[in-house]
């Protein structure tokens, strides 16, 4: 497989997770808003930010998929992750394209210009024709986000490791990501 990438945009550097992303990440995680869109426990700690940045390496590593750890450009602040996400669970669809950004950036784009990145190099380097969004019911602003990167709901179900309440999961196709990219 390989290292993760490095992918710029035009306002956002994509890269790989430093240990120095650490307490940013957790700050973003302990936020209410995210915590509420992700389902995120109460007492999560800043060691479950630390295991989170070491997973999403090693998934870089064993599968050529995983998320980026998002700064932006213009003053090298950390924003948030997006990128793919790929676990070993009997029940997941398939690859997911997926964002956490921190409140303070919300309303600006990087979301979804991270997540067109995260679908062109998906679609690019994986032979798959398609990708998964895994979205909770409640969490209407990334459905937001999936919509304007050409995702549709395709079903809601529970998924194992979450059984508490059914996950949107959002689909699209490589002809649907060409559509969607295209200059309208």
């Known amino acids: 497989m390989g290292r993760c990438p490095t992918i710029e945009t035009a306002r956002l550097v994509l890269r790989p997770f430093r240990e120095d ?5 957790f700050a973003l995680l302990r936020t209410p808003e995210v915590r509420a869109s992700l389902h995120l426990r109460a007492d999560l700690g800043r ?14 590593e064993l599968r050529g998929t995983g998320q980026w750890a998002l700064e932006e450009k213009a003053t090298g602040a950390f924003v948030g992750r997006a990128g793919t996400y790929w676990p070993a669970r009997d ?14 950036h919300w309303g600006k784009g990087y979301a979804t210009e991270a997540g067109r990145a995260s679908v062109e190099h998906a ?5 798959v024709d398609v990708l998964y969004s895994v979205i909770l019911p ?16 395709f079903e809601e179900r529970v998924l194992s ?20 990219a295209a200059p309208h």
Do not use: C, K
């Open 123 to 127: 679609f690019a380097h994986h032979d």
């Open 161 to 180: 490791h979450f059984p508490e309440m059914p996950h949107g999961i959002w689909r699209l196709t490589r002809s649907e990501a060409a559509r969607a």
């Open 47 to 60: 060691f479950d930010a630390w295991q989170g940045v070491v997973q999403q390496l090693g998934q870089w």
């Open 91 to 104: 029940d997941w669809p398939g690859i997911e394209v997926g964002w956490a950004l921190h409140p303070d």
């Open 138 to 153: 409640g969490n209407t602003a990334s459905q937001a986000v999936a919509r304007r990167l050409g995702f549709t709901l």
């Open 21 to 25: 992303d650490v307490d940013p990440y």
